[in-house]
């Protein structure tokens, strides 16, 4: 079973910066697909930020420019460096993955952008 452990989430202001941490334990892929997602109040959930399959890099187009997605630990590790951060930005982040044909989100963790 695949268990994913999120971290970082918080109040930052306008303008300011965050990092989000999401590790992955029982997956013995390399590399999988993996990345973040965004639930905002009243909205469906959308992606922001992941590792497709062959490595390439998907990246929304309303943060493109301000947030990045990096991994490490043979890639069951991701973080997503949030910049430049708008209060439209605030969500429940999701962490997800995609291994053996499944998919395993994590809990998720609340960024607030609020001055």
């Known amino acids: 079973q695949v268990r994913l452990v999120e971290s970082g989430g918080g109040l930052v202001q306008p303008g300011g910066s965050l990092t989000l941490s999401c590790a992955a334990s029982?997956?013995?892929?390399?590399?999988?697909?993996m990345g973040w997602y965004r639930q905002l109040p009243g909205k469906e959930r959308e992606l922001v930020a992941i590792?497709?399959?062959?490595?390439?890099?998907i990246v929304a187009n309303s943060v493109k420019g301000r947030f990045s997605i990096s991994r490490e630990n043979a890639g069951n590790t991701v973080h997503l460096q949030m910049n430049n951060v708008e209060p439209e930005d605030t969500a429940v982040y999701y962490c997800?993955?995609?291994?053996?044909?499944?998919?395993?989100w994590g809990q998720g963790t609340q960024v607030t952008v609020s001055s």
């Open positions: 997800y993955i995609y291994v053996d044909g499944r998919t395993f």
């Open positions: 029982g997956s013995a892929s390399t590399n999988p697909q």
């Open positions: 590792f497709h399959v062959g490595g390439a890099t």
